[in-house]
């Protein structure tokens, strides 16, 4: 059973990196569709959460998720990037996080375009140097090669996750420090299903 676990999770981790280059190509050829559908960002944190749980335990490390309530209850927009995106910056927080632990936040703010709706993933992990921030949303780009080798990974995840985030008319940024961990906010202006 064991054996079968590690095949299946290496098969998954294939998987990801060629749907991650997909992106990209779709991506850069502008060929990007996005979905309009209603959808709960509770649900979708939920869904990361359990995505993401035994991985933290078996770490040591905790994960937990929050939504403020000034977030609606029924958005309006593509669950299934913006669900992506939230992996990605849950994957690389807990990659990156040998102790302490992980939070994801939601909340809203009601604009006269809608809402802007802020994401962020929290981390008590290694951080990243203040000279290599602005790498980290480039390409096959790691903050340090050393890292590569260490944690592994193909330097895509946070690239793709900024331009699907850009490509839903939001931004992506990072706050860290350097062996106290990070924060990634993506956040994107949507509507909610009855206004």
């Not at 998954?12 to 309009?36: F, H």
């Not at 992506?84 to 996080?97: E, G, M, Y």
């Amino acid at each position: 059973l064991r054996f079968a676990e590690i095949i299946n999770r290496s098969g998954q981790n294939l998987l990801a990196i060629i749907n991650d280059v997909l992106d990209i190509s779709k991506i850069e050829a502008g060929r990007l569709d996005l979905d309009t559908n209603p959808f709960s960002l509770d649900q979708i944190l939920a869904d990361v959460y359990g995505l993401f749980a035994e991985r933290a335990r078996e770490r040591g490390v905790y994960l937990g998720f929050s939504v403020d309530p000034s977030v609606p209850t029924v958005l309006v927009g593509d669950a299934t990037r913006l669900n992506q995106v939230i992996t990605n910056l849950v994957n690389n927080a807990l990659k990156f996080t040998e102790k302490g632990g992980v939070v994801i936040r939601a909340k809203a703010e009601k604009t006269e375009a809608g809402f802007k709706v802020a994401i962020s993933v929290t981390d008590t992990g290694i951080g990243i140097a203040k000279d290599k921030l602005a790498l980290v949303f480039d390409r096959f780009a790691q903050a340090d090669q050393s890292i590569t080798r260490r944690f592994g990974g193909t330097g895509l995840g946070l690239a793709i996750s900024k331009r699907l985030i850009e490509a839903m008319a939001g931004d992506i940024s990072v706050t860290s420090t350097e062996g106290k961990g990070s924060t990634f906010t993506a956040w994107v202006t949507m509507q909610a299903e009855h206004e």
